[in-house]
């Protein structure tokens, strides 16, 4: 069956790097994009970033935007999000979902058919 694992999550100080892995599994994750989403307690799930399939295109919200890089290894079928700078207001859990639109790199949640668990990430000031 399909699963997505999320691995990498953890309680740093703020100004410190964390990397996200997800491991996806039972399904051929070469032909889908793949995002990065976060919840914060009492707040909605907001996007982080996407990739394509190949790893060609991405996109990410404004407030990461030159902080967090995401990036995939196909052969390896991981995604990562590379996070630097970390700021307490990055504290969420992080959610990895898979697009089966492999050109897209939309931050649309509902268009992505598959969720992992999350990983938590606590940013401390």
């Known amino acids: 069956q399909v699963q997505l694992v999320e691995s990498g999550g953890a309680l740093v100080q703020a100004g410190a790097t964390l990397r996200l892995s997800c491991a996806a599994s039972?399904?051929?994750?070469?032909?889908?994009?793949m995002g990065w989403f976060r919840q914060a307690p009492g707040k909605e799930r907001e996007f982080v970033a996407a990739?394509?399939?190949?790893?060609?295109?991405?996109a990410y919200l404004e407030t990461v935007q030159g902080r967090f890089t995401i990036s995939r290894d196909n052969p390896k079928n991981t995604v990562y999000l590379q996070m630097n700078s970390l700021k307490p207001e990055d504290t969420a859990v992080y959610f990895c979902?898979?697009?089966?639109?492999?050109?897209?790199?939309?931050?649309?949640?509902?268009?992505?058919?598959?969720w992992g668990q999350g990983t938590q990430v606590t940013v401390s000031s």
């Open positions: 990739i394509n399939f190949s790893g060609s295109n991405s």
């Open positions: 979902a898979a697009n089966r639109q492999p050109f897209s790199i939309t931050g649309n949640s509902r268009t992505y058919s598959y």
């Open positions: 039972g399904f051929t994750f070469s032909s889908y994009a």
